[in-house]
């Protein structure tokens, strides 16, 4: 079975793998803002390098069950604490890199990766 990051990796560069152990997880608010962050960290979307929020959104449905609604309300969490950054109408986001040291340790306790 892959380990998550290896899901968004695959994902990322359209390896084949087989679908049918891709099975979608439950996540507390700190492990989703913890899998928000490692997406973003994983793409390399820093500062003025912005992902479309609503592609991302639909690209970490792939394995976050409870979607939608609460993955919203953790991206705004994730810019109240200054982690994310918003652009504009929220049509984009990008990672703060000011804020590099205390991503990297929030996907480090949260997820157990070391980054």
């Known amino acids: 079975m892959y380990e ?25 608010d700190q492990e989703l803002q913890a899998q928000i962050l490692w997406s973003l960290y994983g793409h390399g979307k820093w500062s003025e390098i912005y992902t479309n929020y609503d592609k991302f959104k639909k690209r970490l449905s792939v394995v976050v069950k409870n979607n939608g609604k609460n993955t919203h309300k953790q991206v705004k969490k994730l810019v109240n604490l200054r982690l994310v950054l918003p652009r504009k109408n929220w049509d ?10 205390t991503i990297k340790q929030m996907i480090k306790d949260h997820l157990g990766i070391e980054v």
């Open 4 to 28: 998550i990051h290896d899901i968004w990796y695959l994902i990322y560069y359209k390896e084949t793998y087989p679908w049918s152990t891709l099975m979608k997880k439950e996540f507390t």
């Open 92 to 101: 984009a986001i990008a990672l703060n890199p000011y804020a590099k040291n």
